[in-house]
């Protein structure tokens, strides 16, 4: 199963669905595709999902296809899944910014994710992404605390 998802942003992002629309994708797709209306006969389309039932699509998703935003993508990351991230574009108005597509570079760039982005195929991507090696996300956050606390104490001796 794969599973999609869109995120809760007003904005529309038809975008993605038309990418997987076309796609000779054959698995079942289950889509979360917020306040995106789109209507398919490929895929199982439902606006919202709660949270335990999209914890076990993502446990039982084969590839994860997502919008860059944060919790979409490292939701998928922390289970070890595969992951296609798409990030929305102000230019098509998806999003306001595009600070999703230095979240879907950074991933990309970190190995944690494929990327499909106006200049690739998802086809090329889900061909690709059968014998991806899942990198292990790990959080920079014990970094952070350390850094922070480091910064408290110095702050504290002046």
Request: hydrophobic content about 35%.
């Amino acid at each position: 199963m794969i599973l999609v998802t869109l995120g809760t942003q007003k904005e529309p992002f038809t975008r993605l669905l038309d990418y997987i629309e076309k796609s000779k994708i054959k698995e079942k797709i289950i889509v979360q595709a917020g306040h995106t209306k789109y209507s398919s006969k490929k895929m199982e389309i439902f606006e919202f999902i709660d949270y335990d039932k999209m914890n076990k699509y993502i446990d039982d998703a084969s590839v994860v296809i997502t919008h860059a935003g944060t919790g979409s993508v490292l939701m998928p990351l922390k289970k070890g899944k595969k992951v296609i991230v798409c990030s929305r574009l102000a230019k098509y108005h998806e999003h306001v910014d595009d600070h999703q597509e230095e979240l879907a570079e950074m991933f990309r760039e970190s190995g944690y994710v494929l990327e499909l982005t106006e200049s690739n195929d998802l086809d090329v991507l889900m061909k690709e992404i059968k014998n991806w090696k899942v990198k292990k996300y790990e959080t920079n956050s014990d970094k952070f605390k350390k850094v922070l606390s480091e910064e408290i104490e110095k702050y504290l001796r002046n």
